[in-house]
């Protein structure tokens, strides 16, 4: 069986962390935990997966979360190496790794184990092949109450998502944790 290849993702960090109770549940063969991952925009999108995530281990399930931020993918010379120089390649700014830093912090008082991975690459491709890299179960979006608009933005990346996994579960959740599948 071919394995399939990457699209546009390159890994720009990656720092890991769990809080003392949960170290070592994340990832580990043979357990059963439920392996979410967490796309990030913005420091507010954590809420709705962490309360997700939260209410599954009320319920006595195991979670671990990876949480994910996607910056735009560097630009490319006509020979198809990346630019360096002064625009080039920039490390990963530090608002990003304050903001990561935060959602990990919001998850850590909840004593939920987690990841935090932030790769360059195109959103949608970026989101799928990070869920099949980290053999994800489910993808959950924030479902947004506000006015249409970033409804319609969530629905509409939740809908790419769903039509173009490849068995991981897309999932919307609202403020209180509670999610809902997003049709195909």
């Known amino acids: 069986m071919a394995i399939p290849s990457m699209h546009a993702s390159r890994p720009a960090t990656q720092h890991?962390?769990?809080p003392d109770s949960a170290a070592g549940a994340c990832g580990k063969p043979g357990q059963d935990t439920l392996l979410l991952l967490l796309p990030v925009k913005r420091a507010s999108d954590i809420i709705y997966g962490a309360r997700y995530a939260r209410r599954l281990q009320e319920w006595g399930i195991k979670v671990c979360v990876s949480l994910?931020?996607?910056?735009?993918?560097?630009?490319?010379c006509a020979d198809d190496l990346p630019l360096h120089g002064a625009s080039g390649c920039p490390a990963v700014d530090?608002?990003?790794?304050?903001m990561m830093h935060e959602a990990g912090l919001y998850l850590s008082r909840s004593h939920i184990a987690y990841s935090?991975?932030?790769?360059?690459?195109?959103?949608?491709?970026?989101i799928l092949d990070t869920a099949e890299l980290l053999g994800c179960h489910e993808v959950v979006l924030p479902a947004h109450r506000h006015g249409g608009w970033p409804r319609h933005f969530s629905g509409g990346l939740a809908g790419k998502l769903a039509r173009g996994s490849r068995g991981t579960t897309i999932l919307l959740a609202n403020?209180?944790?509670?999610?809902?599948p997003v049709p195909v």
């Not at 994910?68 to 490319?76: F, K, N």
């Not at 403020?175 to 809902?180: L, Q, T």
Request: glycine letters at 6%.
């Open 16 to 18: 890991h962390r769990a």
């Open 68 to 76: 994910l931020h996607v910056t735009a993918a560097p630009r490319r």
């Open 94 to 98: 530090l608002a990003t790794q304050h």
């Open 116 to 126: 935090t991975h932030i790769f360059a690459g195109e959103l949608l491709f970026t």
């Open 175 to 180: 403020h209180e944790g509670v999610s809902s």
